[in-house]
């Protein structure tokens, strides 16, 4: 207050109780957060799973016991209600992802179906239509796309390239298949030497729904793809991919 001037901004207050002949109140320093030590290499362990299938087993049992067994340490009712709502919240959103996820999958198993089917049955349709004596002056080979552009694709050096991520619990393989019929999946645990063909599909991605070799035990696959063409595998064995599966 060197200037005989009051400023509110520097610390007084009205009603503060102080007097005009005092220093400027300095407020006391905010208090030191102190850390919780750890045991240096013992891990925090966490109530709540991390796998998905097991925390939803969690939320589930919180739903299903939560009414009876908070009872137990004398917690409010509405305190008691509250928890379980939020489980209940928690497990349908999750269900709701479940349900979506298995839904996705049986339209993409029909899809592949009608695919099949439906494209041996065009094929065969303008095979047909390109045998009519008015085709070639239609013009209709260029307005519906008939004709297919020159790729040179060769059989003989054909490489599929795979690609592995996992979805809804199973372990989704996109691969290439460019001119073939199909692609033929192979998959072998890491360190062993055979390989097991698992199948063939004519439209990526596969999904490999084996389940783990040794329960709750994760392992790492490996894969490798070859075309098919009339049934018979050609070109290159594909790269060999790997994935750490947890089941």
Known sequence: MADGIIKLDEGWHLDAGWHLDQLIPIPPAPPVTVRLKRTKGIKHMD???????????????????????????????????AAVATAT???????????AE???????????????????TIRAA??????????????VEGSLKLKGAEDGFDPATFKSVL???????HIRVDFSKEKCDSVVVYCRLRGTQ?????????????????????????????????????????GLPSDIVSIVFGG
């Open 47 to 81: 109530y709540m799973p991390k796998k998905r299938a097991e925390l939803k087993d969690w939320w589930i049992n919180l739903k299903d016991n939560g009414t009876v067994e908070l009872a137990k340490i004398n917690l409010a009712a509405p305190d008691i209600t």
């Open 89 to 99: 919240n928690q497990v349908a959103k999750m269900q709701a992802t479940d349900d």
């Open 102 to 120: 298995a839904a996705l999958a049986a339209a993409r198993s029909m899809e592949k179906s009608a695919t099949i089917s439906n494209e041996q």
């Open 126 to 139: 303008v095979r047909n239509w390109k045998t009519l004596s008015a085709y070639p002056g239609s013009g």
């Open 163 to 169: 690609k592995l991520s996992i979805m809804g619990g």
């Open 194 to 234: 055979g390989w097991t063909k698992l199948g063939n599909d004519s439209r990526s991605p596969y999904y490999d729904t084996a389940p783990l070799a040794n329960p709750n035990v994760p392992e790492t696959r490996e894969y490798m793809g070859m075309g098919v063409i009339d049934d018979v595998e050609i």
